[in-house]
């Protein structure tokens, strides 16, 4: 894929393999305060991918690095998610539509991403979904359902009962019934 590079400090050696693939929202006002911030050494945050405002790819860290952009997460039996994950920060703020380019831009990028490392559709997930309650991008705004019309997201198809928090567990979810259905809402609504 076409892209630019902008190298982040922030990075270390991974020692695992990528099972998630986790998609963001900055929630800041431009994508040179955003890409400032994702590679300040003192910010310790980083991302693998970024999709600025014009849907233009930008590459921080190298995929064979673990990046640092889910923090305090989980998901099924994973803690910390990002030694275990490509994370995708798309630039919008709260309130913001994200734009055709960009979803352009995220989609060449998942299918790439999927099939690179073998990955089910339910590898992909939102921000959210790891960090509940803690975290709540890439927001109400961001539309799943496209992703899941052109197989890059997992589809619900009525296995997964959203007001239901042991069907929320049964699909990665973990925390408490209240945090959880909270995160799910974000997603299905
Ligand atoms: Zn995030």
Redesign the pocket.
């Known amino acids: 894929m076409k892209k630019r590079f902008y190298p982040s400090p922030n990075h270390e050696p991974r020692s695992e393999g990528i099972k998630y693939i986790i998609v963001?929202g900055t929630w800041m006002e431009s994508d040179k305060e955003a890409l400032e911030r994702l590679s300040c050494p003192k910010a310790k945050v980083s991302c693998h991918y970024y999709i600025d405002k014009q849907g233009k790819l930008i590459q921080l860290v190298e995929e064979d690095q673990v990046a640092w952009?889910a923090g305090v997460s989980a998901w099924r039996n994973d803690v910390s998610l990002n030694k275990n994950s490509i994370g995708i920060e798309i630039s919008v703020l709260p309130h913001e539509k994200f734009l055709e380019c960009q979803y352009e831009t995220l989609e060449l990028l998942l299918k790439d991403l999927l099939n690179r490392y073998s990955l089910s559709l339910d590898a992909v997930l939102a921000?959210s979904d790891i960090a509940p309650r803690r975290?709540d991008?890439p927001g109400r705004g961001f539309d799943w359902g496209r992703l899941e019309k052109k197989n890059l997201a997992f589809k619900n198809n009525g296995s997964i009962d959203p007001l239901n928090p042991k069907s929320l567990r049964a699909f990665g979810y973990v925390g408490e019934d209240e945090i959880i259905l909270e995160a799910a809402k974000l997603r299905w609504r």
């Open positions: 963001h952009h921000h975290k991008d």
